[in-house]
């Protein structure tokens, strides 16, 4: 499934079924030159794939009437945070190693300036762009980081292949609209236990994560 298809399911489905997340969370997409700064502060190119992303949406918006959420049920943030946490964090000598993370990813610093956060559960779960793999992994991965844990594992190749599992998650039914936050009046996105990136020791898709 290419990214143009991805992003084209992604949104039919959010107007048949989260209209307000569609309309109201989520921002218009980034001007090409607020990527290209963030390019410039990192020293290393964006992917394509990031980038047409962000300039579909950058992000969603917090402050927005309604409070949603996008890609495994959790934030997705945008650009110019983005920009303000990779400038913390390369200002930032501090040093965490990881416990537990795949062949893919480097594993000497959970704090790498270089996995932009993409998204986040609001506590110590972050979905990265990875710009500074392993020699085992591919540049511009997906990987998420349980800061508690202190593990890190892929959860797609790039964001092209986040998108296209998010688009076929969507139309499986494997997100339901929280019903906690419905009674507040929000459309807010959760995934099936299944697929819950954030509780991965609980969820048959990230089993393997388990033996690392």
Not at 47 to 75: H, K, M, T, V
Not at 136 to 142: F, S, T, V
């Amino acid at each position: 499934m290419s990214l143009a298809d991805s992003l084209a399911r992604i949104e039919t489905w959010l107007a048949a079924h989260a209209p307000r997340i569609l309309r109201e969370s989520l921002n218009p997409g980034a001007e090409p030159a607020m990527l290209d700064a963030l390019e410039t502060a990192v020293g290393r190119p964006l992917p394509a794939d990031y980038r047409a992303l962000y300039q579909r949406f950058d992000g969603l918006n917090e402050n927005a009437d309604n409070f949603g959420s996008f890609f495994y049920g959790i934030s997705f943030l945008p650009s110019a945070q983005v920009t303000a946490n990779y400038q913390y964090r390369a200002s930032d000598a501090g040093v965490v190693s990881l416990t537990k993370a795949l062949l893919a990813i480097k594993r000497d610093n959970a704090l790498n300036p270089h996995w932009l956060r993409m998204g986040f559960d609001g506590s110590h779960v972050w979905l990265c762009l990875d710009l500074d793999p392993a020699p085992d992994g591919q540049y511009g991965q997906i990987i998420l980081l349980d800061e508690e844990n202190e593990t890190a594992f892929v959860v797609a190749d790039s964001v092209a292949g986040l998108l296209s599992e998010f688009a076929l998650d969507l139309e499986e039914n494997l997100y339901v609209l929280n019903p906690d936050a419905l009674e507040d009046g929000d459309q807010y996105l959760s995934p099936v236990q299944a697929i819950d990136v954030v509780n991965w020791c609980l969820a048959e898709r990230w089993q393997a994560v388990k033996d690392l």
